[in-house]
């Protein structure tokens, strides 16, 4: 029941925060790319306030899975890499913590371009 | 017809000729097809942590979103993210699998200017904004949280 209930949340909350990218595109004729900068930067304001961990402690998925969490989790890596690296840390830590989504989905986009062809848009 | 008139001429013609999505099936479907994802990937995760004992939670985080950005890429490649984007909208661009699919989708669609100037130039052109917007900001913050530092 309780497992249940963690999966519900996760649910609904990766689903609602889906649903305000669509009301985003809807209503203010937003291109993907500017949504997608746009959760980022929520991500990050999440981390950087601190507020991030707690939601994740109760949503997940929810909430890690939706590019939100990227950009948490740039800027978690950005704070403890200052707090162990110092100054250094500004610029080693934000991409240290993605470095495996993002060579990830740069190797596996490279990988799947040269094997499939275009779809024709209809 | 001055050039007002006619820019606003212009635009009334765009207006009417840009297919109009219904509101609210597409926020529904946005809504369930992003809490689906999202339910994979946390299911994704608790198998890892299942299969896995000694894994440690960042590192089954780590692993669940390569997943989901593998099968993003995969569905991007045979076509179907795309069909599946047209369906549901931003419950298909906010998860980090909208964010692989828009690596790999134009990789795919400029494939034919070459390697370099084709797969590897337009692989970032919806991802190259995320990235240096996450990078400057999270840096940002990095650097306020040094600054603070310096007068604890």
């Known amino acids: ?122 | 017809m001055n050039e007002n008139e006619r820019v606003k001429a212009y635009n009334k013609y765009v207006n009417a000729k840009i297919p109009k999505t219904r509101p609210f099936p597409t926020l529904f479907n946005s809504f369930w097809v992003g809490g689906l994802i999202c339910l994979i990937g946390q299911g994704i995760n608790d198998l890892l942590l299942y299969l896995v004992p000694n894994l440690s939670e960042q590192a089954a985080w780590a692993y669940t979103l390569i997943i989901l950005i593998f099968i993003a890429a995969f569905l991007t490649g045979i076509g179907v993210y795309d069909k599946l984007g047209k369906f549901a909208g931003g419950g298909t661009i906010v998860p980090i699998t909208g964010f692989s699919n828009s690596i790999t989708s134009p990789s795919i669609e400029y494939k034919s200017e070459g390697i370099i100037y084709g797969i590897c130039v337009k692989m970032f052109t919806i991802a190259g904004p995320i990235i240096v917007f996450g990078v400057v900001s999270s840096a940002f913050v990095g650097l306020i949280y040094y600054i603070i530092g310096l007068f604890m």
């Open chain 1, 1 to 122: 029941m309780e497992m249940f209930l963690d999966y519900l949340w996760v649910f609904l909350i990766g689903g609602f925060i889906c649903m305000i990218g669509e009301i985003l595109i809807i209503t203010t004729n937003m291109t993907s790319a500017r949504i997608l900068v746009t959760f980022v930067l929520v991500g990050v304001f999440l981390e950087g306030i601190g507020v991030f961990d707690y939601i994740s402690d109760f949503a997940g998925a929810g909430i890690n899975v939706p590019i939100i969490g990227f950009g948490a989790s740039l800027t978690k890596g950005a704070i403890s890499a200052v707090e162990s690296q110092g100054l250094l840390g500004v610029f080693t830590g934000c991409l240290t913590s993605t470095a495996g989504g993002i060579a990830a989905a740069i190797i596996f986009g490279f990988i799947f371009a040269l094997i499939f062809r275009s779809h024709t848009k209809k």
